[in-house]
């Protein structure tokens, strides 16, 4: 969620979802509040990119924020997790996530495309996410490794 207003959010599983034409990230913890998630699970989780000639209407539960505004066939990534704890953003003192696990993500994209991210955005030291875990990764039906982009502490690059 982005406004995680309660004191605790736990146990969340998400499994054998297909995500089509997808131009924003589809996996996203935008954590602007002041809870401690913990226990989310993604499994099973099929996310198909469309070739930047294909005539499909894309969609993405960001793709109106210019953060996430991509062309077909360019995602700027596959997850997104973020902890925000910039005042004027989150108001209320920042929270936590932990024990999230990412398993069985497959993606589906045109030749040629780079491989979307995982991206992961500590707010600082002690406002961070702790134990995420990726297990079984594909592309394309082939078995790999995922890039991941973890700026911890709330680094800047």
């Known amino acids: 969620g ?3 207003t309660a004191d605790r959010m736990a146990g969340f599983v998400f499994r054998n979802i297909d995500v ?9 913890i935008g954590h602007i509040g002041r ?7 993604f499994d099973d989780i099929r996310v198909e990119y469309a070739a930047e000639d294909d005539e499909r209407p894309v969609v993405g539960t960001g793709a109106y924020d210019e953060r996430y505004v991509a062309k077909k ?3 700027s990534g596959v ?6 704890t910039s005042p004027d953003k989150a108001p209320e003192r ?18 040629g495309m780079e491989m979307p991210a995982i991206k992961i955005k500590d707010g600082d030291a002690t406002h961070r996410f702790d134990n995420v875990t990726v297990e079984g990764f594909s592309v394309n039906g082939v078995p790999c490794e995922p890039r991941i982009v973890w700026r911890k502490d709330g680094a800047k690059n």
């Open 79 to 84: 997850v997104d997790f973020f902890i925000e």
């Open 2 to 4: 982005i406004e995680t």
């Open 35 to 41: 809870a401690e998630i913990s226990d989310v699970v």
């Open 94 to 111: 920042p929270g936590t996530a932990r024990d999230i696990a990412i398993r069985n993500l497959a993606l589906f994209m045109p030749p």
């Open 20 to 28: 089509i034409c997808a131009s924003a990230p589809p996996l996203r």
């Open 73 to 75: 066939g360019r995602p």
